[in-house]
């Protein structure tokens, strides 16, 4: 049957969290400029790497503490870090407008999220309640990040969406959070970052090559 969102149960630091992703969610599918999506990226996977610490995972402090500082240093420095560095490599260009522009953009991340909220609202009750709190923000976010990679013309910017549906699976991930079981989330954010390396490695040897990264100049290629 039904449900109610148990969003209020959650801690006033939790929620200001959630509230900054799904805003950010909305800047990037608003920003014109790679710069500015890395920033607000950078901010993104910054504020998601404090919800294991305010919300007091069951695991040591010092080990809080330090999957804190992990997360921290993956998401809001190393991953965007790359991403400058790829972007810098690159020559200058003028912005390109997505496939479905900004406005209609933002519209669709909008719907998106509130596709998210009725999908919560209508599931059974879960076993974990905090799966259900999450659940929205965390589909909203995956969802944006979906958006970034099939209506950007930039391969730069689709990179930066991949990185938008982890950040998503991350939330997703951290109701299942149990013990030592934190080390899988871990894990698999080392394997994303390997996977990011390998994406802007491929971007800049693909610019040397074609002398763009223009999504649709690459397809109109013929041999």
């Given at each position: ?47 998601i ?35 400058r ?44 309640p ?66 990011i ?27």
């Amino acid at each position: 049957m039904p449900v109610s969102l148990p969003l209020f149960s959650l801690s006033p630091w939790v929620q200001a969290i959630l509230g900054l992703i799904l805003i950010l969610n909305l800047g990037l599918l608003a920003a014109e400029r790679q710069q500015i999506c890395i920033r607000l990226l950078a901010l993104q996977g910054a504020a998601i790497s404090f919800l294991p610490l305010v919300m007091e995972w069951d695991v040591a402090a010092w080990t809080l503490f330090a999957l804190t500082l992990a997360f921290l240093f993956i998401k809001g420095i190393a991953l965007p870090h790359m991403l400058r560095r790829a972007h810098r490599s690159l020559p200058a260009s003028a912005p390109v407008p997505p496939y479905l522009g900004y406005t209609r953009s933002i519209l669709a991340g909008l719907l998106g999220f509130a596709f998210a909220l009725w999908l919560a609202v209508s599931m059974p009750t879960p076993a974990n309640p905090l799966f259900l709190a999450l659940f929205a923000p965390a589909f909203g976010t995956i969802l944006t990040g979906l958006l970034l990679i099939v209506t950007r013309r930039k391969a730069l910017t689709q990179i930066m969406g991949y990185l938008v549906m982890e950040n998503g699976i991350f939330l997703l991930g951290i109701p299942l959070v149990r013990g030592d079981t934190y080390w899988l989330e871990l894990t698999v954010m080392l394997d994303i970052w390997v996977g990011i390396f390998v994406m802007v490695l491929a971007v800049y040897h693909l610019n040397r090559a074609v002398h763009t990264t223009d999504v649709d100049r690459i397809n109109s290629l013929r041999d």
